[in-house]
C-alpha cells in the first residue's frame, strides 16, 4: 500500500479492536463466540458509531433476542474508570437494533466503549461486551481531520465472496486510521438479489455468500432489513465499524433502482409497484440500522450538517426524498429540482454561516456527469446533468441558484465529494468553461465503488464547465470486484497550514491521483 506514516495521537491499540472482533461474527453465519453465555443476549452483527462531533457520539448495536442497551466508555481499552449509560430497549419493532447517544466526551481524544445486553427481565443477565473506539473531532486546528469516502455495496450482483476475502476495501480504509468514514450512498442493494455464483470472464466463477433475503428484491419491511444484515456478515466491515465511525447518507438502491417520490413501478419483480411505500419501508430499515442524528428527531431526515472541530463542516445532502421526477430534464422553470426548496434553502442558510476552514459538501450524486435512466425504456436522466452543455435546464436550475449564493456570499472552501457513477474521477469546474458563468471555480471528486460493478466513465454537461483531469474506469460495463476498478477517496486537512489533500486510492490503499487546496479562497 502507498500508505504515508500516521501521527502519534491518531495511532489506535489494534489488540484491543483484533480481540473484541472475534466477539462480532454473526451467529446467523458462524459459530458463537467461545465466552458467549448461554440463554443471554447477544450482540453477534458488531457495534458502530455515528455523527461523532467535538462532545458526543452515537453507538449502535443489535441483539438476537429482547434486551436492555448499555455503553459503558473509558479513556482506555482496560475500561478502568468507566462510565455508565443506559440505552434503549431493544425489540422487534426495531429489528432489535437501538442507539445510545453520548454526551459529554472530551475534545480530541480517543473513546473507547463497549456495549453489553441485558435481560430485560433481570439486568444482572448480561451477555459478553462488545467493544469499539473512536476520535471526537478536535476542538482546535493543531490536530488535523483525515477521513475516507466511498459508496457502493454490493452491488450488480457481486456480494461477499468469502473466496476473495470478502469486502477487502474495508482494511485498506482500516490501515489509514481515519477520523471518520463518509458513506456517500447505495449502502445496500434491496433491488439486487445476490445468485450463489456468476461467470467471470476467461471461466472463472464468482461464488456469493447468501441468504434468504437477499433472494428477491426487497419489498417487505422485514426484506428491506435483511438487507442491511447481509453486509453484516462480513468480518471486514464488522472490524471497520468498531474502529472508525461513520458519516452516512443515503442514494436510490436503499429502496430501488433511479427512484423519485410518487413513481408507480414498471418492474414486474415487484408485487408492490407504489415506490412510496417501499420508500418508507428501506428508509425504517436504513435509520434502524446506522447511528444517524438526525433520523432520531421529529422530522426524521436524512440531510443534516455534521461539525468536525474548526477545520471541518459536512453538509450531507438528501438528492432522493425531495427530488422531482425523472425526466429528460429541459424544462426551464421548476423549484423541486433535486434537492427541493426547503432544503435547498437550509443548505444555503447553513453554508452562509457555517465558520468551518473547509465546507464538503456530500452529494450523493454528481453534478457535471450525466447519468441517464432507462427504467421505463425512455432517455430521462437520474441526476442533475442531462447533456445540454447550454444554460442551466431542468435540476441543473437548484444547483446555479447553489453556486451563485456561494460567489456572492463569498463562502471559502466548499469541496463536493459523491460517488454514485461506479468510477472515480476528478472535475474542475470553471466559469472561464462554462455556459454558466455566475460562479467560482471549485472541484468535485467522484469515488467508488466499494464492492459493486465497475462502469465506464460518464460524459461530461458543459453547463458549469467541467474539466475532468483525473479519471479511471474500465472500458466495459459491470466489472466485477474481482478484476479491480474499486475505489475510495481519502481527504487529508493538515492542521498547521490548513492546506485539504484529497487522494483518490483504489481498494488495495494505491494512490491513483492526489490534489492540494489552499484554504481561504471563494474558488480554486
Request: glycine share 10%; proline share 7%; hydrophobic share 40%.
Amino acid at each position: 500500500m502507498s500508505l504515508r506514516p500516521l501521527p502519534g495521537r491518531r495511532s489506535v491499540l489494534r489488540g484491543s479492536l483484533a480481540a473484541s472482533a472475534a466477539l462480532t461474527l454473526p451467529f446467523a453465519a458462524g459459530a458463537a463466540p467461545a465466552l458467549a453465555l448461554s440463554g443471554r443476549p447477544r450482540a453477534g452483527w458488531g457495534v458502530q458509531a455515528g455523527d461523532v462531533t467535538t462532545d458526543s457520539g452515537l453507538v449502535w448495536v443489535r441483539s438476537d433476542r429482547p434486551a436492555r442497551m448499555i455503553v459503558e466508555t473509558a479513556a482506555t481499552p482496560s475500561f478502568r474508570d468507566a462510565r455508565r449509560r443506559l440505552g434503549p430497549l431493544l425489540g422487534a419493532d426495531s429489528d432489535f437494533t437501538g442507539t445510545t447517544r453520548l454526551h459529554g466526551l472530551p475534545a480530541g481524544e480517543q473513546i473507547h466503549y463497549r456495549v453489553l445486553l441485558a435481560d430485560p427481565d433481570d439486568p444482572r443477565r448480561t451477555g459478553e461486551p462488545v467493544t469499539g473506539t473512536f476520535r471526537t473531532a478536535s476542538a482546535t486546528r493543531r490536530d488535523g481531520v483525515r477521513f475516507v469516502w466511498s459508496g457502493d455495496l454490493a452491488g450488480q450482483g457481486w456480494g461477499i465472496n468469502p473466496e476473495l476475502g470478502g469486502y477487502r476495501i474495508y482494511r485498506a480504509m482500516a490501515a489509514l486510521d481515519p477520523d471518520f468514514f463518509l458513506c456517500s450512498g447505495d449502502n445496500v442493494y434491496a433491488d439486487g438479489p445476490l445468485a450463489e455464483s456468476a461467470p467471470l470472464p476467461g471461466g472463472r466463477t464468482w461464488r456469493n455468500l447468501t441468504t434468504e433475503d437477499k433472494a428477491k428484491v426487497a419489498e417487505t419491511l422485514a426484506e428491506f432489513r435483511g438487507n442491511f444484515r447481509y453486509n453484516l456478515l462480513d468480518d471486514n466491515l464488522r472490524r471497520f465499524n468498531a474502529q472508525v465511525p461513520s458519516i452516512v447518507q443515503w442514494d436510490d438502491h436503499e429502496v430501488t433502482n433511479n427512484w423519485y417520490p410518487g413513481e408507480i413501478l414498471g418492474d414486474a419483480r415487484y408485487t408492490e409497484k407504489d415506490v412510496d411505500m417501499l420508500a418508507a419501508r428501506g428508509r425504517r430499515a436504513f435509520s434502524e440500522y446506522f447511528p444517524i442524528s438526525t433520523l432520531r428527531r421529529p422530522s426524521g431526515r436524512v440531510h443534516r450538517v455534521q461539525r468536525h472541530g474548526p477545520l471541518l463542516d459536512v453538509f450531507v445532502l438528501d438528492m432522493r426524498t425531495y427530488r422531482d421526477a425523472n425526466s429528460p430534464d429541459a424544462q426551464t422553470t421548476g423549484a423541486q429540482g433535486i434537492l427541493g426548496r426547503e432544503q435547498l434553502e437550509w443548505l444555503k442558510r447553513e453554508l452562509a454561516r457555517s465558520r468551518a476552514v473547509w465546507k464538503v459538501i456530500a452529494a450523493d450524486m454528481p453534478l457535471g456527469l450525466v447519468v441517464p435512466d432507462t427504467t421505463d425504456g425512455e432517455l430521462n436522466f437520474e441526476a442533475i446533468a442531462q447533456g445540454d452543455p447550454g444554460a442551466p435546464l431542468g435540476r441543473e436550475l437548484q444547483i446555479a441558484e447553489l453556486l451563485r449564493f456561494v460567489k456572492h456570499r463569498r463562502i471559502t472552501g466548499t469541496v463536493w465529494l459523491t460517488a454514485d457513477v461506479h468510477h472515480t474521477s476528478a472535475q474542475h469546474y470553471d466559469p472561464s468553461r462554462a455556459a454558466f458563468k455566475d460562479f467560482a471555480p471549485f472541484w468535485e471528486f467522484v469515488s467508488g465503488p466499494l464492492n459493486a460493478g465497475a462502469f465506464p466513465a460518464s460524459a461530461l454537461d458543459g453547463t458549469f464547465g467541467p474539466d475532468r483531469v483525473f479519471v479511471k474506469a474500465p472500458a466495459t460495463a459491470n466489472v466485477s470486484p474481482a478484476d479491480g476498478y474499486q475505489f475510495f477517496g481519502e481527504v487529508d486537512i493538515d492542521g498547521d497550514s490548513g492546506e485539504l489533500t484529497v487522494r483518490l486510492r483504489e481498494q488495495d490503499g494505491t494512490v491513483l491521483f492526489t490534489k492540494v487546496l489552499q484554504p481561504g479562497r471563494v474558488g480554486q
